[in-house]
């Protein structure tokens, strides 16, 4: 289990580094959205007191601290760190639905796939991170068109034989319609593609049943802390 947690985490270090970050003695730290700081191992990096965290930022560890509040912390989110070894997969793949879904280019207006995507998540993201990420062949943004509209959204990006899945997510006006299960069928299928023997993801709450009817197991917490 841990050479899979270790993919995991090694596949979410990269695509966070390609987001655009600044890196001082082995921790990074996000010039703008997603706006994280961590290490590249996702140990708790030795920042105490919370006066040293970057400002805004939320600091991601598989580290869970008995009592953060002590060094000024909170917690800000937690995911299940999941992974899907492509040999056990459950869930047979539907191509029904993907002539709905379009893969950006360099060039694209990607006006309304980043507003789409905030929508999803509830948070402001950033143009230029995404514009800059449509130049690295390791990463692919997608989207779920319904109606001339971002219905949904999705990144992969490889590493290696993982790939790894980020910003699934689904707009308000268009949860409970399967979107997000066929993006994940759609990535799956990429997955096959390019040969990768693992799927990697980090999932929150509302995934967590659609992500474990695919097959995928959890090895894990990631926690997202933040200064109070």
């Not at 990269?14 to 001082?24: G, H, N, P, T």
């Not at 980020?166 to 979107?179: D, E, F, I, S």
């Not at 299960?181 to 990535?187: E, G, P, T, V």
């Amino acid at each position: 289990m841990r050479f899979s947690l270790n993919d995991n985490l090694n596949n979410l270090n990269y695509f966070w580094q390609a987001l655009k970050v600044d890196e001082q003695n082995g921790q990074f730290t996000h010039k703008s959205w997603p706006n994280k700081h961590w290490q590249a191992d996702f140990n708790f990096p030795e920042l105490v007191p919370s006066t040293n965290l970057p400002k805004n930022k939320v600091v991601s560890t598989v580290k869970e601290l008995t009592n953060p509040e002590d060094l000024g912390l909170e917690i800000k989110n937690q995911l299940v760190i999941m992974n899907l070894k492509l040999a056990q997969l459950n869930e047979l793949l539907n191509d029904s639905n993907h002539v709905n879904i379009v893969k950006l280019s360099v060039g694209d207006d990607i006006s309304k796939w980043v507003k789409g995507c905030g929508e999803a998540f509830g948070y402001e993201i950033d143009s230029d991170i995404i514009e800059h990420l449509l130049n690295n062949e390791n990463a692919s943004i997608f989207a779920y068109m319904k109606d001339r509209e971002i219905a949904g959204t999705a990144i992969s990006y490889k590493t290696g034989n993982t790939l790894g899945i980020h910003q699934l997510g689904t707009a308000p006006n268009y949860r409970k319609m399967g979107v997000a299960l066929s993006l994940m069928q759609h990535l799956l299928a990429q997955a096959l593609t390019l040969k990768c023997e693992l799927v990697s993801l980090q999932a929150s709450k509302a995934g967590l049943h659609m992500y474990e009817k695919l097959g995928f197991k959890p090895l894990g917490k990631l926690t997202g802390y933040s200064s109070f």
